[in-house]
């Protein structure tokens, strides 16, 4: 395989992330549901049939190795560029030479592109034409979800393969082979790993391995040996190494709508520390308070509703906060309203009642109000019978009164139907009360017919 720009002295300088990469398939840690055996990426290699794909999963999860081995398996000549550098000059530089290796019958070319996702339209528009002719055989890395961030016709032309971050165990692999190798990895330097520092390495790394790995070089290297020579790496000496982890979090990417989805549906599963760890790891990783108090302030009427009103008035609350006092101190304001939320009482009647208005006007039903119901404002409006025949509350026991108070296509039609959590009981037994005699257009009983409510 010839691999541009790299070569065997330089390899050794560089970290030990890079010095560690693996150069065949027996020797990669991880995606085995893409390369175990049998399985399509590992029959299209063995097979020497290489599609054009997208390599999309998390960083360090081992994109960049596997077209690296994919292309030493299959002899294919390896160009890699970065979207964050590279311009389309670049690639018809490179898209040239592949046409000049083709017609001498010099193999294929794999144009590797990382963070593809980086590209623009045009960049990736000037690849399509020789994907599709098999110039070159385009694989592409990224974070994010392609969908998205690949222009239609170059995904059209490209096999997707997602890629899971590594689990603890391919983690400690990778990390013991790194501490036994002695031609790329630390095997020289004697390095001895304690029990709760390979723990807490691999906890915090979170399925990155270069993350992972480039930590335990710098904590070896800065770990004077005793007097056997021995360099012992303690949990204290890895917590000194990585200082502060960095979140993870791309609050203009898939991660944005994953967490917020998580902590929404932490609080609706009325569990309050999950709910505070999706928080925070948006908090922590940048996103904009003012979204997820938005998300709160729907969260409230939405899946809590009249099972508790006081959850809105806590959610705007928490707004209100979050822009009158700003952020860091706006943090706790939101992690009380997402606590109050998680543990209220649950409801979606709200959600529900408004869904089937919504669907009764979306099939016709916009009837005129009834004439009792409309102000005589004016004498022509009273000589018309606006207002006539309409009850007032308030000169009525109880300040009720029955009458119908909707247009004669949907008197009688239930739409909101109080459940049985919370203030909703008490608002059931309210509606039952005042509407005992009132009847559904199929005759069944009003409001309490088919609900939870005993």
């Not at 560089?14 to 990669?28: C, V």
């Not at 000049?100 to 590797?112: Q, W, Y």
């Not at 790496?233 to 890895?238: D, F, M, P």
């Not at 302030?297 to 809590?304: G, I, L, M, N, T």
């Amino acid at each position: 395989m010839n691999i541009e720009g790299k070569s065997e002295e330089k390899i050794v300088q560089e970290p030990l992330a890079t010095r560690m990469r693996p150069t065949s398939l027996h020797t990669f840690v991880g995606q085995e549901h893409l390369i175990g055996k049998g399985r399509v990426l590992r029959k299209a290699i063995d097979s020497d049939r290489i599609p054009s794909m997208i390599l999309w999963g998390p960083p360090g999860c081992g994109k960049t190795t596997l077209a690296w081995i994919i292309a030493n398996v299959t002899g294919a000549h390896f160009s890699a560029v970065s979207a964050v550098s590279a311009t389309v000059a670049d690639l018809r530089r490179i898209i040239e030479q592949a046409k000049e290796r083709r017609n001498v019958k010099m193999g294929k070319t794999i144009l590797f592109i990382d963070e593809i996702h980086r590209f623009n339209k045009t960049q990736q528009d000037a690849a399509l034409p020789y994907v599709e002719d098999g110039t070159i055989i385009l694989i592409g890395a990224t974070t994010e979800n392609p969908s998205f961030e690949v222009t239609s016709p170059l995904l059209s032309r490209c096999r997707v393969l997602p890629m899971n971050s590594l689990s603890s165990a391919e983690m400690q692999v990778i990390i013991l082979r790194a501490l036994k190798d002695k031609l790329y990895g630390l095997g020289d330097l004697n390095v001895e790993l304690a029990h709760d520092a390979m723990n807490h390495l691999v906890a915090v790394s979170n399925g990155d391995a270069r993350v992972a790995l480039n930590t335990l070089e710098l904590a070896a290297l800065n770990t004077p040996p005793d007097s056997e020579g021995r360099r012992l790496v303690n949990l204290a000496t890895i917590e000194d190494a990585l200082q502060r982890r960095v979140v993870r979090y791309d609050r203009a990417g898939d991660q944005h709508y994953d967490l917020i989805s998580a902590l929404h549906k932490s609080m609706r599963g009325s569990d309050p520390d999950a709910a505070l760890y999706w928080l925070a790891m948006m908090l922590e990783g940048g996103e904009d308070p003012l979204f997820i108090a938005r998300r709160l302030v729907r969260f409230a009427s939405e899946d809590v509703g009249m099972a508790d009103p006081q959850a809105l008035v806590v959610a705007m609350a928490a707004q209100q906060a979050v822009h009158f006092i700003g952020m860091p101190e706006g943090n706790l304001a939101l992690a009380e309203a997402v606590v109050y939320l998680a543990t209220a009482p649950k409801s979606n009647s709200l959600y529900q009642a408004y869904s089937r208005v919504q669907e009764e006007i979306r099939r016709g039903s916009t009837e005129a109000v009834p004439l009792h119901l409309r102000n005589p404002v004016t004498p022509l409006m009273k000589g018309l019978g606006y207002g006539e025949g309409y009850k007032y509350a308030h000169d009525y026991p109880g300040h009720f009164v029955q009458q119908q108070h909707a247009p004669d296509s949907v008197a009688g039609k239930r739409f909101y139907v109080p459940g049985d959590q919370g203030y909703e009981r008490e608002i059931s037994a309210r509606l039952r009360a005042w509407w005992k005699d009132r009847k559904h257009n199929d005759g069944t009983e009003s409001p309490d017919k088919g609900s939870s409510q005993s």
